[in-house]
């Protein structure tokens, strides 16, 4: 199977990742499952100075911001790096009520965070009441480390769960 970050979607196969028939295994996959949440939020613990609802927030605003885009192939395509920096007009504002119903967090805490955030120079006030990410906030120097922690978590993850048996490969589509 082609695996190259370079490959185009219809180059790559359409392999899946399926949970086999069998006995229930939902002590291990928890486990493997909640070791893996726990690394996720160290490293993310640390791009955000500590504070867990930063980040949560943070990334609520990165998501909702381009959403719009990542369900166009081409923007995919062209965005797919971290490294290509998605400048203010390719993103949707969002506001801070929309953001306190999707990650749970109440409205004032929320708004609190965003004002760090904005001081941070994590993200930005398009217009009135509309925040979006910060371009090139995403590029810094020292938010590499910990988005590298992520991919080899995740990796680790995946694979763990792969050598137990929880998921195994499937060249079969969908049922």
């Known amino acids: ?3 190259t970050s ?3 979607a219809a180059e790559r196969r ?5 949970r086999p028939d069998g006995p229930d295994q939902l002590r291990l996959f928890f486990y493997l499952f909640f070791n893996f949440i726990q690394r996720l939020d160290r490293a993310r613990r640390k791009a955000y100075a500590g504070d867990i609802e930063l980040a949560t927030i ?3 605003i990165a998501l909702s911001a381009i959403e719009p885009g990542m369900r166009d192939a081409k923007f995919r395509e062209k965005f797919r790096s971290v490294q290509e920096v998605v400048g203010t ?3 949707r504002g969002v506001n801070a009520l929309s953001i306190a119903a999707a990650t749970g967090i109440p409205r004032e805490t929320t708004r609190r965070k965003i004002r760090k955030l904005i001081e941070l ?3 930005m006030e398009l217009r009135r009441g509309q925040y979006v990410m910060r371009p090139g906030f995403l590029q810094q120097k020292s938010l590499q480390a910990p988005f590298e922690q992520l ?3 995740t ?3 995946i694979n763990e769960s792969l050598d137990h048996g929880l998921f195994v490969w499937s060249e079969e589509p969908d049922k």
């Open 1 to 3: 199977m082609k695996t």
């Open 6 to 8: 370079n490959s185009s």
């Open 14 to 18: 359409r392999a899946r990742v399926k």
């Open 58 to 60: 943070s990334e609520a």
């Open 89 to 91: 007009d390719r993103q």
């Open 121 to 123: 120079g994590a993200i």
């Open 151 to 153: 991919i080899n978590d």
């Open 155 to 157: 990796a680790r993850f």
